[in-house]
């Protein structure tokens, strides 16, 4: 920079009889100009949100309430400033010895949430990011205590999980508001309530969608354990360890419960587009009013079970699906509405086949938040017949029943040659 300022001056001075131009004058014109000539001034880091939250003395857990099938978020809210990693620790009741550790030690595990599927240990489901843990496909038996700390044992925060299970899944062919829900029992230590969440916006626009909403179980009582945080204070979920045991003998039926009413809206104006901007895009010979929809191909063999997510759904979106123009309804084609069912919408909002078969190919098209977001062109392939080896399952199981009867048939045989044995034996010595 020093070397230009010298050659302007010296410009400058070849020519200062016809610039006439006062050196004084040029460097206050320099001055004046921070912007392009000031020096870089490093950004001010934020304050660490952990050093503006003490951790507690005392180690208590948060209640929190979700529905099976959700992906959750566990947040390390506290922490010293100088523990780089957390490690998390599970435990499904407090003071027992089995307490499994969800960590890679590094505080960085990643988990393609696209590749999770249900019956996985919870070990297969984690995720750990910044600090908080992710939990993919949640399943009732995740419920417990989770703590946050470090792998030498110090705890720093805590939460009270309550996956809950759908039971019932109710149907309101009429686009109208539910009724608000009332207890669903009083005891005389306690009281038993579903609590709903807001409704989903409609799934559909410009043809009649869906709306869903779910109800979680709840408890208030004034016996429940302090240990725990809640909110509101007295108020926890069903499934809580606040609750005292004497209490849960009368919520082991009570489950989370699924609403689904009909709506009508319309779609929202597409956004025009400036007259330069159409102008260049008819010029490329792309439409400017195309739908601007994912397209994706799948090909999957015939006879195995396949699942299809739709790309950015979560568990606080409405997704709805559409195969070619037949609408899949959740009033129809909802998770044990129907048990023979090959192809069903599960709680996760992922369209579900048992089975496929050759008829299924076609485009299925998802919607996403009322409008149409994905479009899956699934074909159907056949599967040719292929030696099997020993080590294929479907010949180890056909190995292990021919054992088991071969087995089973030995005895019977053994128990009879021995029964008939005694059968002589015994006639013998009456007859002598």
């Given at each position: 920079?020093?070397?230009?300022?010298?050659?302007?001056?010296?410009?400058?001075?070849?020519?200062?009889?016809?610039?006439?131009?006062?050196?004084?004058?040029?460097?206050?014109m320099l001055l004046a100009m921070p912007s392009g000539l000031s020096a870089y001034?490093?950004?001010?880091?934020?304050?660490?949100i952990f050093a503006r939250r003490p951790c507690p003395a005392f180690l208590m857990?948060?209640?929190?309430?979700?529905?099976?099938?959700?992906?959750?978020?566990?947040?390390?809210?506290?922490?010293?400033?100088?523990?780089?990693?957390?490690?998390?620790?599970?435990?499904?009741?407090?003071?027992?010895?089995?307490?499994?550790?969800?960590?890679?030690?590094?505080?960085?595990?990643?988990?393609?949430?696209?590749?999770?599927?249900?019956?996985?240990?919870?070990?297969?489901?984690?995720?750990?990011r910044l600090f908080s843990l992710l939990i993919f496909q949640s399943q009732a038996?995740?419920?417990?205590?989770?703590?946050?700390?470090?792998?030498?044992?110090?705890?720093?925060?805590?939460?009270?999980?309550?996956?809950?299970?759908?039971?019932?899944?109710?149907?309101?062919?009429?686009?109208?508001?539910?009724?608000?829900?009332?207890?669903?029992?009083?005891?005389?230590?306690?009281?038993?309530?579903?609590?709903?969440?807001?409704?989903?916006?409609?799934?559909?626009?410009?043809?009649?969608?869906?709306?869903?909403?779910?109800?979680?179980?709840?408890?208030?009582?004034?016996?429940?354990?302090?240990?725990?945080?809640?909110?509101?204070?007295?108020?926890?979920?069903?499934?809580?360890?606040?609750?005292?045991?004497?209490?849960?003998?009368?919520?082991?039926?009570?489950?989370?419960?699924?609403?689904?009413?009909?709506?009508?809206?319309?779609?929202?104006?597409?956004?025009?587009?400036?007259?330069?901007?159409?102008?260049?895009?008819?010029?490329?010979?792309?439409?400017?009013?195309?739908?601007?929809?994912?397209?994706?191909?799948?090909?999957?063999?015939?006879?195995?079970?396949?699942?299809?997510?739709?790309?950015?759904?979560?568990?606080?979106?409405?997704?709805?699906?559409?195969?070619?123009?037949?609408?899949?309804?959740?009033?129809?084609?909802?998770?044990?509405?129907?048990?023979?069912?090959?192809?069903?919408?599960?709680?996760?909002?992922?369209?579900?086949?048992?089975?496929?078969?050759?008829?299924?190919?076609?485009?299925?098209?998802?919607?996403?938040?009322?409008?149409?977001?994905?479009?899956?062109?699934?074909?159907?392939?056949?599967?040719?017949?292929?030696?099997?080896?020993?080590?294929?399952?479907?010949?180890?199981?056909?190995?292990?029943?021919?054992?088991?009867?071969?087995?089973?048939?030995?005895?019977?045989?053994?128990?009879?040659?021995?029964?008939?044995?005694?059968?002589?034996?015994?006639?013998?010595?009456?007859?002598?």
């Amino acid at each position: 920079m020093l070397q230009g300022y010298v050659t302007v001056l010296t410009i400058l001075e070849r020519k200062g009889t016809e610039m006439k131009v006062n050196l004084l004058t040029f460097l206050a014109m320099l001055l004046a100009m921070p912007s392009g000539l000031s020096a870089y001034e490093a950004i001010q880091e934020d304050e660490d949100i952990f050093a503006r939250r003490p951790c507690p003395a005392f180690l208590m857990f948060d209640n929190a309430a979700y529905v099976s099938d959700m992906t959750i978020e566990l947040p390390c809210h506290c922490k010293p400033e100088v523990v780089p990693s957390v490690v998390w620790y599970y435990q499904k009741q407090l003071g027992v010895k089995d307490t499994r550790v969800l960590t890679d030690f590094n505080g960085t595990k990643v988990v393609d949430s696209a590749q999770v599927g249900r019956g996985l240990d919870i070990r297969s489901r984690f995720s750990i990011r910044l600090f908080s843990l992710l939990i993919f496909q949640s399943q009732a038996a995740d419920s417990g205590h989770y703590i946050c700390g470090t792998s030498t044992g110090e705890f720093f925060y805590g939460y009270d999980v309550d996956i809950q299970e759908v039971g019932e899944v109710s149907f309101s062919l009429e686009p109208q508001s539910l009724g608000p829900p009332g207890d669903a029992g009083r005891m005389p230590h306690y009281r038993v309530f579903t609590s709903f969440w807001p409704w989903s916006v409609c799934d559909r626009c410009g043809i009649r969608g869906e709306q869903t909403r779910v109800g979680l179980c709840y408890l208030e009582s004034p016996y429940l354990y302090s240990r725990y945080r809640l909110q509101p204070p007295g108020v926890a979920s069903c499934g809580s360890a606040s609750v005292p045991q004497r209490f849960k003998k009368h919520l082991r039926e009570k489950r989370a419960e699924l609403a689904v009413r009909s709506c009508i809206t319309n779609c929202p104006p597409e956004p025009t587009l400036p007259p330069e901007e159409k102008s260049f895009l008819d010029f490329l010979g792309s439409r400017s009013d195309a739908p601007k929809l994912v397209v994706q191909y799948y090909s999957h063999p015939e006879g195995r079970p396949l699942v299809l997510a739709c790309s950015g759904a979560q568990a606080n979106k409405a997704v709805a699906w559409d195969k070619d123009q037949l609408r899949l309804y959740r009033a129809q084609y909802m998770e044990g509405v129907n048990k023979t069912a090959r192809m069903y919408i599960d709680a996760s909002q992922h369209l579900v086949f048992r089975d496929v078969q050759m008829n299924d190919g076609g485009t299925y098209y998802c919607w996403l938040q009322g409008k149409l977001a994905v479009e899956i062109r699934l074909s159907i392939t056949r599967r040719f017949a292929r030696k099997r080896k020993l080590s294929d399952p479907e010949s180890v199981y056909a190995m292990k029943a021919i054992l088991l009867s071969y087995t089973v048939f030995t005895v019977i045989f053994v128990l009879f040659l021995i029964v008939r044995l005694l059968w002589q034996y015994f006639i013998g010595r009456e007859m002598l």
